[in-house]
Protein backbone atom coordinates (compact mmCIF):
# COMPACT_ATOMS: atom_id res chain seq x y z
CA UNK A 1 0.00 0.00 0.00
CA UNK A 2 1.25 3.71 -1.32
CA UNK A 3 0.28 6.22 1.17
CA UNK A 4 0.44 10.58 -0.50
CA UNK A 5 0.13 13.07 2.40
CA UNK A 6 -0.46 16.69 0.40
CA UNK A 7 0.52 20.33 2.31
CA UNK A 8 0.92 23.63 1.28
CA UNK A 9 -2.89 24.92 0.22
CA UNK A 10 -4.07 27.97 2.09
CA UNK A 11 -5.70 31.63 1.22
CA UNK A 12 -3.75 33.96 -0.98
CA UNK A 13 -4.15 37.18 -2.71
CA UNK A 14 -3.93 37.87 -6.18
CA UNK A 15 -0.48 38.13 -7.18
CA UNK A 16 0.78 36.05 -4.24
CA UNK A 17 2.95 32.83 -3.91
CA UNK A 18 2.38 29.52 -2.26
CA UNK A 19 4.24 25.97 -2.29
CA UNK A 20 2.35 22.70 -2.40
CA UNK A 21 4.33 19.39 -2.14
CA UNK A 22 3.09 15.87 -1.62
CA UNK A 23 5.05 12.97 -0.19
CA UNK A 24 4.42 9.26 -0.22
CA UNK A 25 5.54 6.76 1.39
CA UNK A 26 5.01 2.53 1.17
CA UNK A 27 5.53 -0.21 -0.31
CA UNK A 28 7.62 1.98 -3.68
CA UNK A 29 10.25 0.15 -5.51
CA UNK A 30 9.96 3.32 -7.73
CA UNK A 31 8.14 6.37 -8.68
CA UNK A 32 7.41 7.36 -12.64
CA UNK A 33 5.50 10.00 -13.71
CA UNK A 34 4.06 12.61 -11.31
CA UNK A 35 1.71 15.04 -11.79
CA UNK A 36 -0.67 17.76 -9.73
CA UNK A 37 -4.17 18.33 -10.99
CA UNK A 38 -6.87 20.67 -9.71
CA UNK A 39 -10.69 20.37 -10.02
CA UNK A 40 -12.65 23.92 -9.64
CA UNK A 41 -16.38 23.87 -8.02
CA UNK A 42 -18.44 22.68 -11.04
CA UNK A 43 -15.46 21.80 -13.77
CA UNK A 44 -13.78 19.15 -14.33
CA UNK A 45 -10.40 17.80 -13.59
CA UNK A 46 -7.56 18.90 -14.99
CA UNK A 47 -3.76 18.87 -15.65
CA UNK A 48 -1.73 21.34 -14.02
CA UNK A 49 1.59 20.05 -14.29
CA UNK A 50 3.68 17.02 -14.70
CA UNK A 51 7.14 15.80 -14.68
CA UNK A 52 9.11 12.47 -15.44
CA UNK A 53 11.21 10.49 -13.24
CA UNK A 54 13.86 11.96 -15.34
CA UNK A 55 12.27 15.83 -14.55
CA UNK A 56 10.77 16.45 -18.21
CA UNK A 57 8.31 18.60 -17.34
CA UNK A 58 4.77 19.87 -19.15
CA UNK A 59 2.29 22.23 -17.81
CA UNK A 60 -1.38 23.40 -18.99
CA UNK A 61 -0.93 26.62 -21.12
CA UNK A 62 -2.92 28.25 -18.23
CA UNK A 63 -0.10 28.16 -15.76
CA UNK A 64 3.35 28.26 -18.12
CA UNK A 65 5.55 30.81 -16.46
CA UNK A 66 3.55 31.44 -13.38
CA UNK A 67 4.47 27.55 -11.64
CA UNK A 68 7.13 24.70 -11.98
CA UNK A 69 6.78 21.72 -10.75
CA UNK A 70 9.74 19.92 -8.98
CA UNK A 71 10.28 16.46 -7.46
CA UNK A 72 12.69 15.08 -4.76
CA UNK A 73 13.46 11.10 -5.93
CA UNK A 74 15.19 10.64 -2.95
CA UNK A 75 12.12 11.73 -0.69
CA UNK A 76 9.56 10.38 -3.01
CA UNK A 77 8.23 14.21 -3.08
CA UNK A 78 6.28 16.15 -5.87
CA UNK A 79 6.46 20.41 -5.28
CA UNK A 80 4.56 22.51 -7.35
CA UNK A 81 5.93 26.39 -6.93
CA UNK A 82 2.83 28.59 -7.67
CA UNK A 83 4.06 32.44 -8.55
CA UNK A 84 1.72 35.34 -9.62
CA UNK A 85 -1.12 33.47 -8.54
CA UNK A 86 -4.59 34.76 -10.24
CA UNK A 87 -8.39 34.16 -8.69
CA UNK A 88 -9.30 31.57 -11.40
CA UNK A 89 -6.53 29.45 -9.75
CA UNK A 90 -8.96 28.72 -6.82
CA UNK A 91 -9.55 25.16 -7.22
CA UNK A 92 -8.66 21.79 -5.14
CA UNK A 93 -5.30 20.29 -6.54
CA UNK A 94 -4.34 16.65 -6.25
CA UNK A 95 -0.93 15.02 -6.44
CA UNK A 96 -1.26 11.98 -8.63
CA UNK A 97 2.03 9.46 -8.81
CA UNK A 98 2.38 6.24 -11.22
CA UNK A 99 4.30 3.90 -8.63
CA UNK A 100 6.23 0.89 -9.57
CA UNK A 101 5.02 -1.21 -6.35
CA UNK A 102 6.42 -5.02 -7.39
CA UNK A 103 8.76 -6.10 -10.74
CA UNK A 104 5.53 -6.52 -12.42
CA UNK A 105 3.08 -3.75 -11.45
CA UNK A 106 2.28 -0.15 -11.60
CA UNK A 107 -0.46 2.08 -9.64
CA UNK A 108 -1.83 5.11 -9.93
CA UNK A 109 -2.50 7.04 -6.93
CA UNK A 110 -4.05 10.42 -5.70
CA UNK A 111 -3.51 12.60 -2.67
CA UNK A 112 -6.02 13.79 -0.62
CA UNK A 113 -6.45 17.16 -2.22
CA UNK A 114 -5.62 20.63 -0.87
CA UNK A 115 -7.66 23.66 -1.21
CA UNK A 116 -6.08 26.90 -3.01
CA UNK A 117 -7.83 30.02 -2.65
CA UNK A 118 -6.82 33.42 -4.70
CA UNK A 119 -8.75 36.14 -3.62
CA UNK A 120 -8.93 39.15 -5.77
Known amino acids: QVQLVESGGGLVQAGGSLRLSCGASGSIIRINTMGWYRQAPGKQRELVAGISRGGRTNYADSVKGRFTISRDNAKNTVYLEMNSLKPEDTAVYYC??????????????WGQGTQVTVSS
Open 96 to 109: NLYVQITTWDTADY
